[in-house]
């Protein structure tokens, strides 16, 4: 995984993924974009994040780790201390 390499498993259907898509576009910020509802292998692994609940968006990074359903301001606060903005 590169540095800054970033994934959101998403649904079309889901408010807060178009928000955190949003916040991606405005920052200028490259990521790759997994459509649970067509992907049964992406859903399974959200549900393993989150210990059987289907929230989104997950977004997880490339230290290991992952957010559910953040803020703008806690996303924001993660990519910058990943140095990505």
């Known amino acids: 995984m590169s540095k800054n ?3 959101m498993y998403s649904a079309d ?3 807060d993924c178009r928000r955190s898509k949003r916040l991606f576009e405005e920052l ?3 990521y790759t974009l997994i459509d649970i509802e067509s992907d049964s292998a992406a859903e399974a692994v ?3 994040i989150n210990g059987g609940m289907r929230s989104i968006p997950v ?3 490339s ?3 992952h ?3 953040p803020s703008d301001n ?3 606060a993660k990519l910058q201390a990943l140095q990505i903005i």
Do not use: P, R
Request: with cysteine.
């Open 5 to 7: 390499q970033i994934t």
């Open 28 to 30: 200028n910020v490259e």
């Open 74 to 76: 806690d996303l924001k």
């Open 59 to 61: 977004i997880t990074f």
């Open 13 to 15: 259907w889901c408010g």
């Open 67 to 69: 957010l559910t359903e």
């Open 46 to 48: 959200v549900l393993k």
């Open 63 to 65: 230290d290991g780790t």
